[in-house]
Nanobody, 125 residues
Framework: QVQLVESGGGLVQAGGSLRLSCTLS????????MAWFRQAPGKEREFVAA??????TTYSTDSNKFTISRDNAKNTMYLQMDSLKPEDTAVYYC????????????????????WGQGTQVTVSS
């Protein structure tokens, strides 16, 4: 059973930075492509970024301030978020999938199989 636990969310001022972490347990981390999604109040969940087991990254079109990475030795994925704006306020979800190409997450044609509970990121103006 795959379990995903996010951490690192919180309150930050506009222009600030946060680094989110997501730890996978229950299965070999290196078997999984990993992704970040977010859901702002009153909006649909949206794709942020993804990374394959080998480190190939995919970003949403407006994610130039986000950097996704992973450490397979620590079973952990990261999302470095810089130059944050109030519109980045959302619950950020970690997700994992062992089979699908992350490009499909970006295109919205499929979703990862496993999800974390989410971590709140609030950016104040």
């Amino acid at each position: 059973q795959v379990q995903l636990v996010e951490s690192g969310g919180g309150l930050v001022q506009a222009g600030g930075s946060l680094r989110l972490s997501c730890t996978l347990s229950g299965r070999p981390f290196s078997n999984y492509a990993m992704a970040w999604f977010r859901q702002a109040p009153g909006k649909e969940r949206e794709f942020v970024a993804a990374i394959t087991w080998s480190g190939v990254t995919t970003y949403s079109t407006d994610s130039n301030k986000f950097t996704i990475s992973r450490d397979n030795a620590k079973n952990t994925m990261y999302l470095q978020m810089d130059s944050l704006k109030p519109e980045d306020t959302a619950v950020y979800y970690c997700a994992a999938d062992a089979a699908k190409d992350p490009i499909y997450f970006k295109l919205g044609v499929s979703a990862p199989d496993y999800w974390g509970q989410g971590t709140q990121v609030t950016v104040s103006s």
